[in-house]
Antibody, heavy 113, light 107 residues
Framework: EVQLVESGGGLVQPGGSLRLSCAAS????????MNWVRQAPGKGLEWVSY????????YYADSVKGRFTISRDNAKNSLYLQMNSLRAEDTAVYYCARWLQFWGQGTLVTVSS | AIRMTQSPSSLSASTGDRVTITCRASQGISSYLAWYQQKPGKAPKLLIY???TLQRGVPSRFSGSGSGTDFTLTISCLQSEDFATYYCQQYYSYPRSFGQGTKLEIK
């Protein structure tokens, strides 16, 4: 059974940093592209970042480019999102996703003073 | 970037009704279109991919159609468990993009 479990969310002050993790199991992690998607409270879905199966190619939404970094450790079956210079508008539930079918349960990031 | 526009943004209907949600892409995306259902506090659930292919385990009352720029999701006979928010998503190119969502509410 495919499982994706996010962790690392929490309350952080504006300008601060946070690192999200996504632990994958039930499939050959190193064979799949992965994504992060977020959803602000009461709002719609927003794609955030993509990483290829090898980790050699990454894409970012304009809203996070230069502040967020996606990475993966295929030996640990883990996906990461390093978030720096956080803003109030980054407040959201962050999901890791293996398109199109598999999503984690999400982890809440709150940026507030 | 490809923009996805869904309509309506909200919809009131009754159990047993047939409803249709539309999604328009700002440029052609062939059939690289998925539909998701999301309930409060839960991750999105894939309903349809490739514009019209029903995901395994999804009831046949859900159907999708379209290609290019115009797409529809139809629920043929609403059940109580279908009241949720629905999103379309293009996976033709990055940046991936979602429609703004359609909230389906009980009349």
């Amino acid at each position: 059974e495919v499982q994706l479990v996010e962790s690392g969310g929490g309350l952080v002050q504006p300008g601060g940093s946070l690192r999200l993790s996504c632990a994958a199991s039930g499939f050959t992690f190193s064979s799949y592209e992965m994504n992060w998607v977020r959803q602000a409270p009461g709002k719609g879905l927003e794609w955030v970042s993509y990483i290829s199966s090898s980790g050699s190619t990454m894409y970012y939404a304009d809203s996070v480019k230069g502040r967020f970094t996606i990475s993966r450790d295929n030996a640990k079956n883990s996906l990461y999102l390093q978030m720096n210079s956080l803003r109030a508008e980054d407040t959201a539930v962050y999901y890791c996703a293996r398109w199109l079918q598999f999503w984690g349960q999400g982890t809440l990031v709150t940026v507030s003073s | 970037a490809i923009r996805m526009t869904q309509s309506p943004s909200s919809l009131s209907a009754s159990t047993g009704d047939r409803v249709t949600i539309t999604c328009r892409a700002s440029q052609g995306i062939s059939s690289y279109l998925a539909w998701y259902q999301q309930k409060p506090g839960k991750a999105p659930k894939l309903l349809i991919y490739a514009a019209s292919t029903l995901q395994r385990g999804v009831p046949s009352r859900f159907s999708g159609s379209g290609s290019g720029t115009d797409f529809t999701l139809t629920i043929s006979c609403l059940q109580s468990e279908d009241f949720a928010t629905y999103y379309c998503q293009q996976y033709y190119s990055y940046p991936r993009s979602f429609g703004q969502g359609t909230k389906l509410e009980i009349k």
